[in-house]
């Protein structure tokens, strides 16, 4: 069965550092996504950056990039030069078989970044 | 619309009463998800829409939970009788794209539904 397991239930931070979010899955797949979301206190789920399984280079987005790991199975999320804005929960999630990536998310980490 | 909708952004219920729990996706999004989100936890997957066609409903805890989107774009989530164990926040999210190319979600502020 597919799992993600994210192993800090909270994190913080100094503005303007950076920060690692772990996050390790299991699956048996041979192809899947791997993806990160932020929810902020509002509500939705925002997307924040996707690595597939087959990608060489680790994912990079703005100040968000995917540090993926295939041997040791983990995505840990960096967040770089944090801001006071990135106070939120963060979920890991992996896209399941089935060719639509109905996606299977872990139990998420609050980060709150304090100035 | 610019994101997606959903309706109403709070519901209290009184133990057995049904609700219904509606997502408005982006105008021409194919595919449509509900997920369930219990206090502390990740979303989990209720079920799938491709246009009209439900694909997936492996997600529904029970036959309590029925949704729709008879014309391929408005969905209902309906909870019959509904128990305590249903208060959750619900979360629904569309994307222009079917397949494993399909990373281009976007989820609405989801309905927080109390049961009491």
């Known amino acids: 069965a597919q799992k993600i397991t994210q192993t800090q239930p909270g994190m913080f931070v100094q503005e303007k550092e950076a920060v690692t979010l772990d996050c390790t899955y299991d699956t048996s797949d041979p192809s899947y996504g791997l993806f990160w979301y932020k929810q902020p206190s509002s509500g939705e789920m925002i997307f924040l950056i996707y690595?597939?399984?087959?990608?060489?280079q680790n994912a990079t987005e703005g100040r968000y990039s995917l540090n993926f790991q295939k041997a040791r199975k983990s995505a840990n999320l960096v967040i770089s030069a944090s801001q006071l804005g990135d106070s939120a929960m963060y979920f890991c999630a992996m896209s399941s078989s089935g060719g639509y990536n109905k996606l299977i998310f872990g139990a998420g980490t609050r980060l709150a970044v304090h100035p | 619309g610019a994101g997606v909708s959903q309706s109403p952004r709070y519901k209290v219920a009184k133990r057995g009463q049904d609700v219904a729990l509606r997502c408005d996706p982006i105008?021409?999004?194919?595919?449509l998800f509900w997920y369930q989100q219990a206090l502390g936890q990740g979303p989990e997957f209720l079920t799938y829409f491709q246009n009209e066609a439900q694909l997936d409903k492996s997600g529904l805890p029970s036959d309590r939970f029925f949704a729709e989107r008879p014309e391929g774009s408005v969905s209902t989530l309906k909870i019959q009788r509904t128990q305590q164990e249903d208060s959750a926040v619900y979360l629904c999210?569309?994307?222009?794209?079917?397949?494993?190319?399909?990373?281009?979600?976007?989820f609405g502020s989801g309905t927080r539904l109390t049961v009491v």
């Open positions: 105008s021409g999004h194919v595919s």
């Open positions: 999210a569309s994307s222009l794209m079917t397949g494993t190319e399909n990373y281009g979600y976007t």
């Open positions: 690595q597939g399984s087959y990608d060489q």
